[in-house]
């Protein structure tokens, strides 16, 4: 069991919050995160590299000398590989890299990776997180009592809030998600997690729900 202290906006501790890591996930796969992670990167290549082969390059189709009687190797197309100016012998060509794991194990990847966070104490819980106008420069403040500024960091959140999300758009290193868009690789990626105690309380309900329809 692990117990987090849940912090107010200006960084005093107002609770603490009790969770067992292991509800989330029984054990931690370290392969299984490696490869839905891996997934994850792979599906953002854009695989749209291409270079030009002897018959797309610029370049005239005329026989570069004579066959015979030049005292030199046969030559046809300046457009040749292995010439300068002339098209790859193996081009690149745009290709799709984009996979999927089983359901089921990339679910269970994020649970694992949070609840590994968890049990390393790199998530800070904050009661709640709400704006009534955009308010990039309190967000700051917030981020700086909690002593997580400066860090690469996620905030997870309920469920989208517009005000929310324009406070912490221009911030150097902060991302936001809600807690049903997260997945491993956005977990693992950031120095440390933000989490409102409604955010956490839906990620469990989630995991609970997803353990019994399995």
Do not use: C
Not at 4 to 20: C, F, H, K, N, Q
Not at 51 to 63: H, I, L, Q
Not at 96 to 111: E, N, Q
Not at 184 to 200: C, G, H, I, Q, S
């Amino acid at each position: 069991m692990v117990s987090l202290p849940v912090y107010d906006r200006s960084g005093a501790e107002v609770g603490t919050y009790e969770i067992d890591p292991a509800e989330l996930a029984p054990r931690i796969s370290k392969q299984l995160l490696h490869d839905v992670v891996v997934m994850y990167q792979t599906n953002r290549r854009q695989g749209s590299a291409k270079t030009k082969n002897r018959s797309e390059v610029a370049g005239t189709t005329k026989k570069m000398y004579r066959q015979k009687g030049t005292g030199n190797a046969r030559a046809g197309s300046r457009r040749s590989n292995i010439r300068r100016g002339g098209g790859r012998a193996f081009p690149k060509r745009p290709k799709d890299w984009s996979y999927r794991l089983p359901r089921k194990a990339v679910r269970l990847a994020t649970r694992m990776a949070l609840a590994a966070r968890i049990a390393d104490r790199e998530v800070t819980l904050i009661d709640e997180l709400a704006f009534d106008n955009p308010r990039t420069r309190e967000m700051g403040r917030i981020l700086e009592a909690l002593h997580v500024g400066g860090m690469r960091l996620l905030v997870a959140v309920a469920e989208y809030d517009v005000n929310v999300y324009k406070s912490i758009r221009n911030l150097a290193d902060v991302s936001v998600l809600p807690v049903g868009d997260l997945n491993a690789l956005e977990v693992l990626r950031p120095r440390r997690l933000l989490m409102t105690k409604a955010a956490l309380d839906a990620f469990r309900a989630k995991a609970a729900g997803t353990d019994q329809a399995s």
